[in-house]
């Protein structure tokens, strides 16, 4: 068993389900994450420590955690001097960028930005926000939100809130002025820490598996036969961007293709590749994909 390991921070709260989840498929097995803020997880060299995303950098940048996954949103918010491993292209919800957005009553007034000079901000994103107003030099107060800032648009002049896909700005009849910024989770390590040969190249072999999960999500194997006389039709259905296997069947008159493809277009493949003469076609998710 090694002795060096690396402290690495995961995010409590919305995204927790989906970092766990995510380090599943990337091969890792976290348990009692429900009932500890120190997980466990099968790997001897990494110590699990579950903090809120909107502390995770400052921790990081501090050097009390060696890496951590956290919201870009939150390193802009904490001014963190940290090392930017990767971008992680998931979210509690979609894979899409969460934004930072501007938003008033649909009853209110304020049309622009520009109205809210003078006027009361609530957000839990206090200092982006002043930077923003402070850009334009629209003199504005901000207040910090302890939460549920949706609630409070009706006793503020405006909010800055979080929306991944505008559910909830809409089921609080909220209207959307601009948006402040755009987020998406980010994979951070400490800067002594990136310079340690041990723990960043262990960083980095988490990042190289957390990222081939996030690439496996969209995609499925693809598995067929087919005659040898059929398979330029078969091929010239298959994306052109792809290289598939091909291998020798015992029945000489038989190719094997594999392919990874994606799984949106699984459904309108499949048939057309039956009409081209394959058989035995077989699709499968995968955990990984490493390019």
């Known amino acids: 068993m ?16 989906a970092t766990i989840a995510l380090f599943g498929k990337a091969g890792f097995d976290i348990t009692n994450a429900e009932r500890s803020y120190m997980p466990q997880i ?26 951590g996954i956290t919201g870009y949103d939150w390193i802009l918010e ?18 899409r960028p969460a934004r930072w957005v501007l938003a008033v009553p649909e ?20 200092n982006v926000t002043k930077k923003y107003f402070s850009e334009k ?14 609630v409070k648009a009706r006793l503020v002049d405006a909010i800055v809130e979080l929306t991944e896909t505008g ?10 002025i601009d948006t402040i910024a755009v987020s998406t989770t ?11 040969n041990f723990k960043r190249q262990k960083i980095e072999n988490i990042s190289i598996l957390l990222n081939a999960a996030i690439d ?22 298959l994306p052109s961007e792809k290289s598939p296997t091909i291998s020798s069947l015992a029945d000489s008159d038989y190719i094997a293709v594999e392919v990874i493809i994606e799984d949106k277009i699984e459904r309108e493949l499949v048939p057309g590749l039956k009409r081209a003469g394959a058989s035995g076609i077989i699709t499968y998710p995968i955990n990984k994909v490493i390019h």
């Open 78 to 95: 904490n001014s963190s001097d940290v090392v930017e491993i990767c971008e992680l292209a998931y979210s509690k919800t979609t894979a």
């Open 167 to 176: 559910s909830s700005l809409a089921a609080n009849h909220l209207r959307v």
């Open 2 to 17: 090694s002795e060096e390991k690396i402290k690495l921070g995961i995010p409590s709260g919305s995204l927790k389900k």
């Open 216 to 237: 496996a999500r969209t995609k499925v194997g693809l598995k067929l036969n087919v005659k040898k006389n059929d398979l330029e039709s078969v091929l010239t259905l």
């Open 42 to 67: 099968d790997d001897d060299q990494i110590e699990l420590t579950m903090l809120r995303a909107q502390e995770m950098s400052r921790y990081v940048a501090d050097g009390v955690l060696d890496a």
């Open 186 to 196: 980010r994979f951070i390590a400490n800067k002594d820490a990136w310079k340690d």
């Open 137 to 150: 030099d629209i003199k504005v107060k901000v207040e910090f939100s302890w939460g549920s800032t949706e």
């Open 107 to 126: 009853e209110s007034n304020i049309q622009r930005c520009e109205d809210l000079n003078g006027k009361l901000i609530a957000t839990e994103l206090v």
